[in-house]
Every structure is written in C-alpha cells, then in structure tokens.
C-alpha cells in the first residue's frame, strides 16, 4: 500500500519559516520524482516546488524562488520542503505528490496546512 504522509504544517508569523517533509512508503522512493504542490481556499492547486529522483535538478514556483528550498533523503524515504519568508499568501494546503519517473504514474499525500498569519 502506497503512502505519503506529510507533516510540519502549521500557524506561523509572517516572516517566519516552516520545513515541511513528506514521508513514503510502498514505493521504490530513489526511482520517483517529488514535488510540492498547494491549494488555497478557492484557487487551484498550483505546482510550488519538484525535484528529480536523484536530487540533482529542482525547479521552483517564480513566487516561491529564493524563498523555499526542495530536497529529498532517499535512504529515508523522504522529501522535504524548507520554507523560509513566508508569506500571508503563501496560506495554503501543501500536498506532496510522487510521480515514477518515465511512466504516468503517480500518488498524493493527504495534505498539510499551513497558514501565515499575525
């Protein structure tokens, strides 16, 4: 059974940083691209942040750039997404998404929430 399970969400200031990580299991992780993605309250959810199965190639929102950072633990199955400055619009639910590399497969976490807010 597939599972991502993410965690770290929560109330910060504005200005404030969170790490958010996402952990998997029943997948081969090493062979799966990660992103990040969000959704807040009435938008679509929008790509924030992936990197390559080995970690060797990240791409970033143009509004996240510079500000959050994308990596990954293979060995512990894990991705993490390091947000820093963060923002009121930055308010979302941030959902971890795999995708196996060359093939259209893919799996979502449940979602954490983060909200910026004084």
């Known amino acids: 059974q597939v599972q991502l399970v993410e965690s770290g969400g929560g109330l910060v200031q504005p200005g404030g940083s969170l790490r958010l990580s996402c952990a998997a299991s029943g997948i081969a992780f090493s062979a799966y691209g990660m992103s990040w993605y969000r959704q807040a309250p009435g938008k679509e959810r929008e790509l924030v942040a992936a990197i390559t199965s080995t970690g060797g190639s990240t791409t970033y929102a143009d509004s996240v750039k510079d500000r959050f950072t994308i990596s990954r633990d293979n060995p512990k199955k894990t991705a993490y997404l390091q947000m820093n400055s963060l923002k009121p619009e930055d308010t979302a639910v941030y959902y971890c998404?795999?995708?196996?590399?060359?093939?259209?497969?893919?799996?979502w976490g449940q979602g954490t929430e983060v909200t910026v807010s004084s």
């Open positions: 998404y795999a995708v196996l590399m060359g093939a259209d497969v893919g799996y």
